[in-house]
């Protein structure tokens, strides 16, 4: 099982600690936030436009294709009712100029079955404990 942690700084900022690397999430200014980095919500539809794309530059790569220019774009959006969550997620996937068309189905169905999309579809369970040091 793979670990992550995740520690308070101050305000709405907390630090992410991802195999050595740092991740720093807050909430916009106009949430009460610093805005000193994406939240935890946008790295989340992040994870998952940029999980597209690791598929994509795979299947260039293992067609000889390039992945010069390759990118995505992403938009989304909350849902306006209850329970917040996010209601629509749409990826605009940028391929190289030179793509050959016969090969765009099955480039398609690669995209499809990438591992955050398919969490989305099949949610693992989510357990959430608490722990004190000592109860007063």
């Known amino acids: 099982m793979h670990t992550i942690e995740v520690h308070y700084q101050r305000g709405d900022r907390l630090a992410i600690a991802i ?3 740092e991740v720093i999430v807050d ?12 939240t935890p919500t946008e790295l989340w539809v992040a994870g998952l436009a940029a999980c597209v794309v690791f598929y994509a530059e795979r299947f260039l790569r293992r ?23 996010v209601e629509r997620i749409e990826i605009r996937l940028e391929l190289p100029a030179v ?11 690669v995209l499809d079955r990438c591992a ?10 989510v357990e ?5 040091p000592a109860v007063v």
């Not at 909430?27 to 994406?38: E, F, I």
């Not at 010069?68 to 849902?79: G, H, V, Y």
């Open 116 to 125: 955050v999309h398919e969490s989305l579809r099949q949610p693992p369970p």
């Open 99 to 109: 793509f050959p068309a016969d090969l765009l189905p099955r480039l398609e169905a």
């Open 19 to 21: 195999r050595g690397h």
């Open 27 to 38: 909430q916009p200014l106009d949430d009460g936030g610093a805005d000193t980095g994406p």
């Open 63 to 85: 067609h000889d294709l390039s992945v010069e220019d390759l990118r995505a774009s992403c938009r989304w959006s909350f849902a306006e009712d209850r329970p917040a969550r």
């Open 128 to 132: 959430i404990t608490t722990h004190t």
